[in-house]
């Protein structure tokens, strides 16, 4: 099991960056995929990228290149999503998820956070 706790979400206004965390425990990370996914109010869940613990390697939406970087500290098992420029679109709640290599599926996930972002 891997239990995943974000935080840092919030009401900020448009044009602010905001650090997004996610902490991991349970598991040791070293054969996972951590993700970033979003769900604005009346959408689908949506991919905003991830990070393959062990190498670093990113794999991120294009939607949101740019703005968003997504990080993680092995010290302190946790991953971070940070989102510059925000703006009103960028409103949802964000959830971590975990998946274990080489399955396909994010089968752990978070509570969520939400970020509100006001114009």
């Known amino acids: 099991q891997v239990q995943l706790v974000e935080s840092g979400g919030g009401l900020v206004q448009a044009g602010d960056s905001l650090r997004l965390s996610c902490a991991a425990s349970?598991?040791?990370?070293?054969?996972?995929?951590m993700g970033w996914f979003r769900q604005a109010p009346g959408k689908e869940r949506e991919f905003v990228g991830a990070?393959?613990?062990?190498?670093?390697?990113?794999d991120s939406a294009d939607s949101v290149k740019g703005r968003f970087t997504i990080s993680r500290d092995k010290a302190e098992n946790t991953v971070y999503l940070e989102i510059s420029s925000l703006k009103p679109e960028d409103t949802a709640v964000y959830y971590c998820?975990?998946?274990?290599?080489?399955?396909?599926?994010?089968?752990?996930w978070g509570q969520g956070t939400q970020v509100i972002v006001s114009s």
């Open positions: 990070i393959y613990w062990s190498s670093g390697r990113l």
């Open positions: 998820a975990a998946r274990q290599l080489p399955y396909a599926r994010y089968e752990w």
């Open positions: 349970g598991r040791t990370l070293s054969d996972f995929l």
